[in-house]
């Protein structure tokens, strides 16, 4: 296998990484003050995430280093490309993370209210726009024979790639009702199923249609790929599951199905990196966008070394934290003007 064919399969895998792990921090960003009804509820949904998301989120950091360093055509191509997206996305990953901080500094259920609207907002502009982003690399946009973007912001909201963030949101949402109702008790654990349930059947039918319009974005016909084949069965079982309250494989569901969503945008994509709408000639493709052979020969190196390290890590974490969390525990703390 040729190193530059590596590294796009370990970016597509960081990529659906990232969607693993930060997307129930992100469903339950955009969740937490539906499935909790008082401060001590949304106090202990916060907190199934808080050991956890920031270690979730540098897999983001480290997927766009990928691409950087592996495809520096590529990053700078789209990055400088869909710019507007990006700006709103870091508005979005920085609204999560002050309102992670600051939430709790002040006793005023006002002050919690704003950062909990924050929070929510957050976490729902960050899956969002990142679909609309991966969407943008396989539906195309205006790319000349110099590899510079030639459009508008407009060239960014085509209706797959609005759609692709849609459908991530909804993953997203599901994925995070999944969690809480494995890591929470009582009436916080009930509300999270019973949402769960209710949002199941959308997310199916997203994904649904999601997948054969990807296939077919790709010029690959509307038949399913193994893929995608896996993702459909694996958001029917998800729904299946939600409803006969099997918490734990409920949640192994909506893993495998962002997954196997995830990756088959990039198996959809590959050879290209992003789809030139202007000409197919000026494609960016893994061969003519990739980083020198030594400069991947030592990447590939330090991953080899480190990859197994971080997984290793971020496992034992998730050991140590994976009791569930009751409102209870929370149940001291006054609310106040």
């Not at 895998?13 to 401060?39: C, K, N, P, Q, S």
């Not at 110099?146 to 609005?162: A, P």
């Not at 896996?230 to 569901?253: D, K, P, T, Y």
Request: aromatic share 12%; net charge neutral.
């Amino acid at each position: 296998m040729a190193l530059a064919t590596f590294w796009f399969i370990l970016t597509a895998v960081l990529w659906a990484g990232f969607f693993i792990l930060e997307g129930f921090d992100l469903g339950v960003g955009m969740l937490h003050t539906v499935v909790a009804r008082d401060e001590a509820g949304r106090r202990a949904t916060i907190n199934t995430i808080g050991p956890l998301w920031d270690g979730n989120e540098v897999w983001l950091i480290v997927a766009a280093a990928a691409m950087f360093a592996a495809f520096p055509a590529w990053y700078a191509t789209m990055f400088s490309g869909f710019y507007p997206v990006m700006i709103l996305l870091l508005v979005g990953l920085i609204l999560r993370g002050v309102s992670f901080e600051f939430r709790g500094k002040v006793d005023s259920v006002r002050w919690r209210r704003v950062w909990d609207t924050t929070l929510t907002c957050g976490s729902l502009l960050v899956p969002l726009l990142i679909g609309i982003a991966l969407g943008g690399l396989l539906h195309g946009v205006p790319i000349d024979q110099n590899q510079e973007f030639t459009g508008n912001v407009g060239d960014l909201f085509s209706g797959y790639s609005v759609f692709a963030g849609i459908t991530l949101v909804l993953l997203c949402l599901l994925h995070g009702a999944a969690f809480i109702a494995l890591k929470t008790t009582g009436a916080v654990r009930a509300r999270a199923s019973r949402l769960a349930r209710s949002i199941a059947p959308v997310t199916a039918l997203a994904v649904l249609a999601f997948l054969p319009w990807t296939h077919a974005t790709a010029g690959d016909g509307v038949l399913p790929s193994i893929l995608q084949f896996v993702a459909v069965i694996a958001v029917l079982a998800a729904a299946w599951l939600v409803n006969s309250r099997h918490e734990g494989w409920a949640f192994v569901a909506t893993t495998v199905t962002i997954a196997t969503t995830i990756l088959s945008m990039f198996v959809d994509l590959y050879p290209r990196l992003m789809v030139s709408s202007t000409n197919s000639a000026y494609d960016l493709t893994v061969h003519n966008s990739a980083s020198g052979n030594y400069a991947l020969k030592v990447m590939t190196v330090v991953a080899i070394v480190f990859f197994p390290l971080v997984l290793l890590y971020q496992g034992w974490t998730y050991h140590v934290f994976r009791l569930r969390i009751s409102a209870d525990h929370f149940a001291p703390s006054a609310e106040t003007e």
